[in-house]
């Protein structure tokens, strides 16, 4: 497992729903901000700007310069949904919320049929590239990335529940699907990567302190499914795109993160984990000795939690992962009622924590 150290020392990051950036600011999440490239540098522009306003005090969210720029995807936003539109799945766009993935409910004529993607005749891709190059001709550049969403996450979106019945049943078919999807996925990060350098600090914006090259796979749906599973079916396209996207790491958002870290330790060359709130923090240290853990916070509790609540909840955390250069603290999809008291208290704990081990 390759060693990874941080380039801040144990880094802070906070993504808000799109629901706190309506309420709070009246920005719009409609397809438009997506997929229209003046509205992308518009709302890039403002976002900075708002998150510098409010929070540049706390040294998370500091820009020096804030300038107009042709950033390709939602940085600041938890949103996956384009590998599952360019697979045809509709996709539901609203003023206060991310994507929401209409799922296709596939046949299994059509699973059995499923080709990967065809970048140069898919609708979706084009209007995407139809976009980054009009940004290039403005900038000469582009930067930012697209969250690429996961294997089973796009499974579910295109198959439904069927999926896991298919991977009791009809293991063939499983593996078609997922095949499919890995390998339409190994494409888009390459194409990403040759036009901006990054393609996951849409992901989790942790990577941008460690080493913005890193691609991370959603597992999101693995919460759902059995170890065993994982081993028996899943973990070959793990296995897969680290071989292909290196540096590699596994976003896990689920609460049980620490019953998968044995199979995730035979991941090779898997360098980065997100470890979901309510998972075990030192079970998952103990099968990853050496990997970069990031500890998700709950985005529920911190609305309604006092702040004292959240200093202990965020120590306990720390405490457990016991490898302060290999980790990380993050709350992400925070609600628009989130209070800035308990962000501030996260800060402070971690702030806390540092000096024990930067003390000369």
Known sequence: MNRLKSNTFLPVAFVFHPEWWHKNYGLSFEREFFYDPDTR???????????????????????????????IGAVHL??????????????????????????????DEEVDQIEPINFTEN?????????????????????????????????????????????????????????????????????IRSETGTSSISVNRTIKFINPKLNLHSNCS??????????DLLLDYDMELSQALQPYGIHHCGNNMHIHAEGYAKVPKASFFDVGWGSDISLCRQKLPEAFLNLRYDPVKI?????????????????????????????????????????????DTVNEYRKQFTKH
């Not at 708002?50 to 950033?71: M, Q, S, V």
Request: hydrophobic share 35%; proline share 4%.
């Open 123 to 191: 609708k979706t891709f084009q209007e995407l590239k139809g976009m980054i190059e009009r940004l290039k001709g403005r900038f000469g550049y582009v930067i930012g990335d697209i969250n690429w969403q996961g294997v089973l996450n796009v499974a579910l979106d295109l198959r439904g529940d069927r999926i896991f019945i298919d991977m009791m049943q009809n293991q063939g078919r499983a593996r078609r699907l997922f095949s499919t999807i890995t390998e339409t996925i190994k494409g888009f990060v390459s194409y």
């Open 222 to 231: 693995v919460v759902m499914i059995s170890p065993d599973m994982y081993q």
């Open 41 to 71: 540098v518009e709302a890039d522009l403002e976002m900075r700007k708002i998150l510098d306003e409010r929070f540049g005090r706390y040294h998370i969210a500091k820009e020096t310069n804030i300038e107009p720029r042709p950033c």
């Open 78 to 107: 938890a949103a996956g949904y384009i590998i599952s539109e360019m697979f045809g799945c509709d996709i539901k766009f609203s003023k206060d919320s991310s994507p929401q993935v209409i799922t296709k409910n596939m046949t």
């Open 303 to 347: 609305r309604q939690a006092q702040p004292d609540e959240v200093r202990a909840d965020i120590q306990e955390m720390l405490e457990q992962s016991t490898n302060p250069e290999r980790t990380g603290v993050c709350c992400i999809n925070m609600g628009w009622d989130v209070p800035d008291e308990n962000i501030r208290a996260i800060v």
